[in-house]
C-alpha cells in the first residue's frame, strides 16, 4: 500500500500525475465537487450565522466512502485541488467529509501538471487557506439566496419554472438592453464617395474622400466636378511606426480569441483548455493574470532565439487592466515552449496552437512598418483625396500571431505603389454610395465576457456557465435574426459620364450573436422594475470586490451575507405579495370582425396574440406566434394574419391538406405526415399546388431504399446530419460514404456494424427481469428496466455486477407511486327529528 495519498478533482488530472510521482504515491480522484448545499432546500441558515448546510450528493458516496478507506491507510494525504477558490473549497470538503487527521494532511498548488511543479509543490506545501474558502462560501450562499427566493417571485409574477441568478439575470439585461438600443436606432443616411486611381506606370490604388454627403443632390454635383478635373499628388509623407505585440492570454482573452479565430463557444474553450492542463500541455487556463514567470520569460526567449533569432527576441512583463482582477497565477501559456503543436484531438490541438502562438509572440520584438499618406488634389474644387498605405519593414512578432477584433468596421490597409510629390494621376473611376450609420453590435459570446470583464462582473471560472445557462434556460438566443433588404442609391462617375443604380444589401442579419428571447425580456423587465439593487451592475461588481476583501482576510463573510440580506428579503416579500403579475402585454389595435381588443403577450405556453379580453362576454380567441416573432416586434397585420391559420388547402391523395405554424416553425399537414416549409416561406402565401411538391419531395425522401431482412431501409437528414433508419434504428451516416450513393453493401454494413455496436455495449441482460447494463458515454455504464434509466459514476465496476445490486440500483431510483386514498362510503344522513308543533 502506498504511503502517500493525492486527491485530485479529475481522473485525467490523476493519471497525468502520477506519471511524475513514484511506488510511494497514490493518485485518486474526487470527481469535482464531493459536498454541495442541497438541492430541495435553500440550505442556508438566513436567521442565525448563514451557515450552509453541506451535503454528499448520492453520486458521490462510493467516491467519498473510497476515498476514506484509502486514506485510513495512508501515512500522509495530499490535498492537490486546483489553487484558486473554488479549488480550495473542493479542498476543505475533502478535509471535513474524509475527517483528515490535519497532522497528516497537506495541501499542494501548482500552475502547471509538470515534473517539476509536482516535485516543487510537494517540497512546498501548505495548510487550508480559510480565507480563500470563505470568499467561495460567500459566493455559493449569495447566489443560493439570490436564486432560491428571486426564482419563486417569477414562478407567481410572470411564469412557471423560471429562474433568476446574481450574474446570469445582469448578463440577460446587458443583451436585452443592447437589444433595446438596436430596435430604438434610427440609420441616418449620408454619400461616401471611393476613387481609384493609376500613377505614371499604370499602377492602380484606392483613395477616399475624408468627408461624406448628406444628399444624393450634393454628391451628384461633387462628381460632376470631377469629369474635367486633372489629378496630382499634393502631399506624400512616410512615417516610421511600431505595432506591439498582445499580452498573453486570460481566461478572458483566451475566451475572445477562440471564438473569433476558432469559432469556439465560450463553454466549448473551457472544455478543451482544461483537457491541455490535465495532459500537462499548458498552465492554469483560469486566470486574470497577464504575467509570466521567469522561469516561462527564459523558455520563451531561448526558443524564439533558437527558432527565429536573436533579433526577433525581446522579453517583457505585462500588467492587468482587468476590473477586480484576482488570483496570483501566470497567464496561460504552453508548459514547454520548444512544442510548437502537439499531436491530440484536432480541437485540443488548434487552442492549443492559439496558446502556443499568443505567449511566444508576447515575448517577440515589435513589428516596424513604414506609413503611407498620400493627398490627391483636383484641378476643379478643394476637396482633397487620401490614400493610407502600410508597408512592414520588419516582421517582429508578426512572424508569429496577429490579435483578432471585434469590430467590423476596421479596414485593413493595404500596400502602395511609389508615387512622388506632384506625381499626375490618371482617375478611373469615382463613386458616391449611399451608406447608412449602423446600430450597436449584437454580442457575441466574446464581447459579452469582454463587457463582463470590463464592470467586474463574475470571474474567470463564471463567464463559461453563465453564458451556457441564460441560452439552456431560453432567456438568450444564439444568431436568431435573418435581417431585411434595404435598397440603396451609388452614383458612378466614369469617362466623364455620371451614372446611378439602385443596389439592394441585408441589413440587421445576426448569425451567432446573442438576442434575448420574449421571455428573457419580459423577466428582465420585471427584475429591474423590482430589484434594481441586484440588477444594477455596480452592485455586482461591489459584491465581487466583497468577495476579493474576503479571499485576501480584510472581511468577514457573514457579516457581508448579513448586510446583504437584511436589505434583500424584505423586497422579495413585498413584491411577492405587492407586485402586478408580468406578461408583456403590448395592445396593437382592434379586430376589424369583431371590434375586440387585439393584443399579444406571455401565455402559459409561450407567447401568443389574443383577441379579446378576459371581461368581454365570449372567450377570447388565441394564436401562437410563430418561432420568429417576437411579442415586442410584431405588427398589427402580423397578429391578425395568424388568426388565418390553419388554413385547409383542399385534397390531394384522399387526403386533407393543411398549412398551420407549429412550436418548431410553419408546416403543411397531409394525413398523418408533417412537412415542414422552407426557411423564409411564409405559411399564408402557399397554395395547394406548392404543398403537393413538398409532400411528393417528403414521400420520395421517405421511399425505402433498400430491403434488409424483409424490413425497410429510409436514408434522411436531421438534426446530426445524414443518417438511414431501419426497424425503428437511426444510424449516423459518416463521410466515409457517398450520401448521395449508397451501395446496398454500403447499407448492409452500416446496419450489420450499427447491430454489433447494439451488441458489445450491453454488459448485462437479465432478460427475464427486463434488465440490463450498458456501456454509457464517458466511460460509465447505464442500468436500465423499462423506461427506467440510472447513470452509474465512472467510479461504479459493473463487471462483476449482480442482478440483485442491478435490482437494487432499479428500485432505488424508480419513483413511488402515490398510494391513492380511497373515499369512505358517505355516511346516510339521520332523518330530521319531527319537532313539537308537528306532533301537535
Do not use: C
Amino acid at each position: 500500500m502506498a504511503k502517500n495519498l493525492v486527491i485530485v478533482e479529475s481522473p485525467a488530472k490523476a493519471k497525468t500525475i502520477e506519471k511524475f510521482l513514484g511506488k510511494d504515491f497514490k493518485v485518486e480522484s474526487s470527481f469535482g465537487h464531493i459536498s454541495d448545499l442541497p438541492s430541495k432546500e435553500l440550505g442556508v441558515d438566513v436567521e442565525g450565522d448563514f451557515k450552509p448546510k453541506y451535503e454528499v450528493s448520492k453520486d458521490k458516496k462510493a467516491v467519498v466512502k473510497k476515498l476514506k478507506d484509502l486514506a485510513k491507510k495512508a501515512e500522509m494525504v495530499w490535498l492537490a485541488s486546483d489553487e484558486d477558490r473554488e479549488g480550495e473549497a473542493i479542498a476543505w470538503h475533502l478535509a471535513e467529509a474524509l475527517k483528515l487527521d490535519k497532522d497528516r494532511t497537506k495541501r499542494i498548488v501548482f500552475h502547471e501538471i509538470t515534473k517539476a511543479a509536482i516535485k516543487k509543490a510537494i517540497e512546498n506545501p501548505r495548510g487550508i487557506d480559510y480565507d480563500l474558502v470563505d470568499a467561495q462560501q460567500a459566493r455559493r450562499v449569495l447566489d443560493r439566496i439570490v436564486g432560491y427566493e428571486l426564482s419563486p417571485v417569477l414562478w407567481r409574477k410572470v411564469k412557471g419554472g423560471l429562474s433568476a441568478g446574481r450574474v446570469q439575470s445582469v448578463s440577460v439585461r446587458l443583451i436585452v438592453e443592447k437589444e433595446r438600443d438596436i430596435q430604438g436606432f434610427s440609420p441616418v443616411g449620408s454619400y461616401r464617395v471611393d476613387a481609384e486611381f493609376s500613377n505614371e506606370k499604370g499602377q492602380t490604388f484606392k483613395a477616399k474622400l475624408p468627408k461624406n454627403f448628406s444628399t444624393k443632390e450634393e454628391a451628384q454635383k461633387f462628381l460632376e466636378q470631377n469629369a474635367t478635373a486633372d489629378f496630382k499628388v499634393s502631399d506624400l509623407q512616410k512615417k516610421p511606426a511600431k505595432k506591439s505585440p498582445a499580452a498573453p492570454f486570460t481566461t478572458s482573452t483566451l475566451q475572445q480569441e477562440a471564438s473569433r479565430k476558432l469559432y469556439f463557444s465560450v463553454s466549448k474553450t473551457m472544455t478543451m483548455a482544461q483537457r491541455l492542463y490535465e495532459a500537462g500541455l499548458i498552465t492554469y487556463m483560469r486566470t486574470d493574470s497577464v504575467n509570466l514567470s521567469d522561469e516561462a520569460r527564459q523558455g520563451a526567449q531561448a526558443e524564439i532565439e533558437n527558432a527565429y533569432g536573436s533579433q526577433y527576441s525581446k522579453p517583457r512583463n505585462y500588467k492587468g487592466k482587468a476590473k477586480g482582477a484576482q488570483e496570483a497565477h501566470e497567464a496561460i501559456r504552453p508548459t514547454d515552449f520548444s512544442r510548437h503543436s502537439v499531436d491530440i484531438d484536432r480541437d485540443q490541438a488548434r487552442l492549443y496552437d492559439l496558446i502556443w502562438k499568443r505567449a511566444i509572440s508576447s515575448q517577440m520584438s515589435e513589428a516596424e512598418l513604414e506609413r503611407t499618406n498620400v493627398k490627391i488634389k483636383a484641378s476643379t474644387h478643394n476637396e482633397t483625396f487620401t490614400a493610407n498605405g502600410e508597408v512592414i519593414t520588419f516582421d517582429g512578432f508578426l512572424k508569429v500571431y496577429l490579435e483578432g477584433t471585434d469590430d467590423e468596421d476596421v479596414e485593413q490597409e493595404g500596400m502602395l505603389p511609389a508615387m512622388r510629390t506632384n506625381e499626375a494621376l490618371l482617375n478611373n473611376y469615382i463613386t458616391a454610395t449611399e451608406r447608412y450609420t449602423r446600430p450597436p453590435s449584437r454580442y457575441t459570446e466574446a464581447s459579452l465576457v469582454k463587457k463582463l470583464e470590463e464592470l467586474g462582473i463574475g470571474r474567470p471560472s463564471t463567464y463559461a456557465p453563465t453564458i451556457s445557462t441564460i441560452q439552456n434556460r431560453n432567456y438568450v438566443e444564439k444568431g436568431a435574426v435573418d435581417g431585411v433588404e434595404r435598397k440603396y442609391v451609388q452614383l458612378r462617375l466614369k469617362e466623364g459620364v455620371v451614372k446611378d443604380k439602385t443596389l439592394s444589401e441585408k441589413v440587421g442579419s445576426d448569425k451567432g450573436k446573442l438576442v434575448p428571447t420574449d421571455i428573457g425580456m419580459i423577466v428582465t423587465d420585471f427584475l429591474v422594475n423590482h430589484f434594481e439593487t441586484i440588477l444594477d451592475y455596480n452592485f455586482t461588481a461591489k459584491v465581487e470586490a466583497d468577495f476579493d476583501e474576503i479571499a485576501e482576510g480584510n472581511e468577514d463573510w457573514t457579516k457581508v451575507m448579513k448586510s446583504f440580506y437584511k436589505d434583500f428579503h424584505p423586497v422579495v416579500e413585498d413584491v411577492k405579495e405587492n407586485a402586478e403579475r408580468e406578461s408583456g402585454e403590448r395592445i396593437l389595435g382592434t379586430d376589424p370582425k369583431t371590434g375586440k381588443q387585439v393584443s399579444v403577450r406571455l401565455g402559459k405556453f409561450g407567447p401568443m396574440v389574443q383577441i379579446g379580453t378576459v371581461d368581454d362576454e365570449e372567450k377570447p380567441q388565441f394564436a401562437s406566434l410563430s418561432p420568429d416573432q417576437q411579442l415586442n416586434t410584431i405588427t398589427y397585420e402580423e397578429a391578425i394574419d395568424l388568426f388565418q391559420l390553419p388554413k385547409n388547402l383542399g385534397v390531394y391523395e384522399e387526403e386533407e391538406v393543411v398549412v398551420n405554424n407549429g412550436r418548431f416553425g410553419p408546416y403543411v399537414k397531409f394525413g398523418a405526415a408533417y412537412v415542414s416549409l422552407p426557411k423564409g416561406v411564409d405559411p399564408l402565401s402557399v397554395e395547394l399546388d406548392d404543398a403537393i411538391v413538398l409532400i411528393k419531395e417528403k414521400q420520395k425522401a421517405d421511399a425505402p431504399i433498400y430491403m434488409y431482412k424483409d424490413l425497410p431501409v429510409q436514408k434522411g437528414k436531421g438534426r446530426f446530419g445524414p443518417f438511414i433508419k431501419w426497424n425503428n434504428m437511426f444510424i449516423n451516416v459518416n463521410k466515409k460514404y457517398d450520401w448521395d450513393n449508397l451501395s446496398d453493401q454500403d447499407v448492409i454494413e452500416l446496419i450489420e456494424t450499427k447491430i454489433q455496436k447494439e451488441i458489445d455495449k450491453v454488459i448485462h441482460n437479465w432478460e427475464e427481469e427486463g434488465i440490463r447494463v450498458e456501456k454509457a458515454r464517458w466511460g460509465r455504464h447505464n442500468v436500465l428496466k423499462g423506461k427506467v434509466k440510472v447513470e452509474l459514476p465512472k467510479t461504479v465496476d459493473v463487471s462483476e455486477m449482480t442482478l440483485e445490486e442491478a435490482k437494487g440500483i432499479i428500485e432505488a431510483n424508480t419513483p413511488k407511486k402515490k398510494a391513492v386514498k380511497k373515499k369512505a362510503p358517505a355516511k346516510k344522513k339521520a332523518p330530521a327529528k319531527k319537532t313539537a308543533a308537528k306532533k301537535k
